[in-house]
């Protein structure tokens, strides 16, 4: 039997190697983790015992910070000012997940009592939703903490009494050891088994891992290929699993004729800003933008130049991806009618420099060659389309596919009602998740009314990864007919011993 391949952490600043820090899991190691994790399945049943669990590990996570920020830079040089909001957003998280569990209204209790007298006769029904069992989580390159290890998809399962196995990253191994064994730690003095969280390597694993007859959903953040793969793994399954998959998107964003003319410097300004954040790694990062024709457009264009150009090159999170930048911007602007007003690509032999492309709208309307530029390229960069009409809008909007965000630049008179803003709007929201109105989509607040996914390619599901209610993804509803009280889980209970919210014969109560 031939070793097992080690696993690397590599610096990307340098494309070294600095440290073996794992090996990757044989399909028998990948077996007994998520035997270990369907094992610990009635440990995490009580509802007080996960809120304990997931606010032991935010606290271990913030006590360990200092480590956990020097991992993740060593690993990714994503920095650690990024790094460290990143953490505190995650056990913010974390600890939000602990709330909502005590709060209890993700269960979704609703209790008909029997009656006679309806027309048919109404037996007692019962109503809550159960944990689907083991979680695959498979880690995001471009937020170690956020979306990887002890990221919204780990805490939200666990927030569901679902254990959770986890795929790490190949970007990030140290990173992703050092925050499962934080994890692992926090179940233990939570009186929990640790297999109730575990960690494979390894491409082998990812597949052997979304195959495994124990695992019973899975999510997912990363590429379009790597994460439709899996899905329809997922879906070949004997028995198919839900798949929640994030696999790209472009996040178009329209500037109004009106809105360029009011405030075309600001809007470009802003756009250089949000496209070349963690260089261009955010997968809310505007790359694909709709701006007028004219000089109000040309305004804008002008200072995006200036705010992209006083840009520094920056590092990708690893050489592969930085190479993949590089050819995906020269095919882009090889393409007839391109232009480069600052050329994107290698700014070194570890770096990359951010800069956009602009294009005649009129070639985007149909299909063609010019389709490329309606797929998402990683990095920082963005396409700006220049339309000539209200008409020459409504037919690229036509053709995006879907999208986690989609923003509307408007004048003061849109705003307030005047002009074609309910219209615009109208069209975003049929391509996005969450749409915005004069802002930037980087950045994602995680808070209760949050969604985070959009029509496919954006996301596998309907669902959110972010906010209160990506809970729900890891749950299903059962019903109880004419079931006697003793045999009845506590929450569906008459005496309600757990002090749960439950809309009971139609009343929320």
Not at 494 to 504: A, C, K, M, Q, T
Request: with cysteine; proline share 8%.
């Amino acid at each position: 039997m031939s070793a097992a391949a080690p696993v690397w952490s590599v610096d990307p600043r340098t494309g070294k190697p600095r440290e073996e820090v794992a090996v990757e899991a044989t399909p028998q190691e990948v077996d007994q983790a998520v035997r270990a994790a369907h094992a610990a399945r009635g440990a995490l049943a009580g509802l007080s015992v996960r809120a304990v669990f997931l606010r032991t590990a935010a606290d271990l996570l913030d006590a360990s910070a200092e480590h956990v920020v020097e991992a993740a830079d060593a690993e990714t040089a994503l920095g650690p000012v990024r790094l460290k909001g990143e953490l505190a957003r995650t056990t913010a998280q974390l600890r939000a997940f602990a709330e909502a569990v005590e709060d209890g209204s993700f269960l979704d209790i609703r209790i008909d009592h029997a009656d006679p007298s309806r027309t048919p006769p109404w037996p007692d029904l019962r109503r809550v939703k159960i944990p689907l069992g083991v979680v695959a989580v498979y880690s995001a390159s471009n937020f170690p903490l956020a979306f990887s290890v002890p990221g919204g998809d780990t805490a939200s399962a666990l927030a569901a009494g679902c254990p959770v196995v986890v795929k790490a990253h190949p970007d990030h191994p140290a990173t992703s050891e050092l925050c499962v064994s934080l994890l692992r730690r926090a179940a233990v003095r939570s009186g929990l088994p640790e297999g109730v969280v575990a960690l494979v390597h390894g491409f082998t694993a990812g597949v052997e891992l979304v195959r495994h007859p124990l695992v019973s959903a899975a999510g997912f953040t990363g590429s379009v290929r790597g994460g439709r793969a899996l899905f329809d793994a997922a879906a070949a399954r004997p028995v198919p699993i839900p798949f929640h998959g994030e696999l790209g998107s472009l996040n178009p964003v329209v500037v109004t004729a009106a809105a360029a003319e009011e405030r075309g410097e600001q809007i470009g300004a802003g756009l250089g800003t949000s496209m070349t954040m963690g260089v261009g790694q955010f997968c809310t990062k505007p790359g694909f933008v709709l701006a007028p024709q004219g000089e109000a457009g040309d305004a804008l264009i002008k200072a995006l130049t200036a705010a992209v150009s006083d840009t520094d090159a920056g590092v990708m999170l690893d050489h592969r991806m930085r190479d993949a930048f590089v050819a995906g911007v020269a095919e882009r602007a090889a393409l007839p009618g391109v232009e480069a007003p600052v050329t994107p690509g290698a700014g070194g032999e570890h770096t990359v420099s951010g800069g956009f492309l602009t294009v005649p709208a009129a070639l985007l309307a149909t299909e063609g060659e010019h389709d490329l530029l309606l797929e998402e390229c990683f990095g920082p960069v963005t396409v700006v389309a220049r339309y000539a009409d209200a008409s020459e809008i409504g037919a690229v909007l036509s053709r995006l596919p879907g999208n986690l965000t989609a923003t509307l630049q408007l004048s003061s008179a849109e705003a307030a009602g005047e002009g074609s803003g309910s219209r615009l709007l109208a069209e975003l929201t049929q391509l996005a998740g969450r749409v915005l109105v004069d802002g930037w989509p980087t950045g994602v607040a995680v808070a209760p009314a949050q969604h985070h996914g959009g029509p496919y390619p954006a996301t596998t599901s309907t669902s959110t990864s972010v906010g209160a209610t990506a809970v729900e993804r890891w749950l299903r509803p059962v019903t109880y007919q004419s079931t006697p009280q003793a045999l009845l889980p506590p929450e569906l209970r008459d005496e309600n011993p757990l002090g749960l919210p439950r809309r009971v014969n139609g009343t929320l109560g």
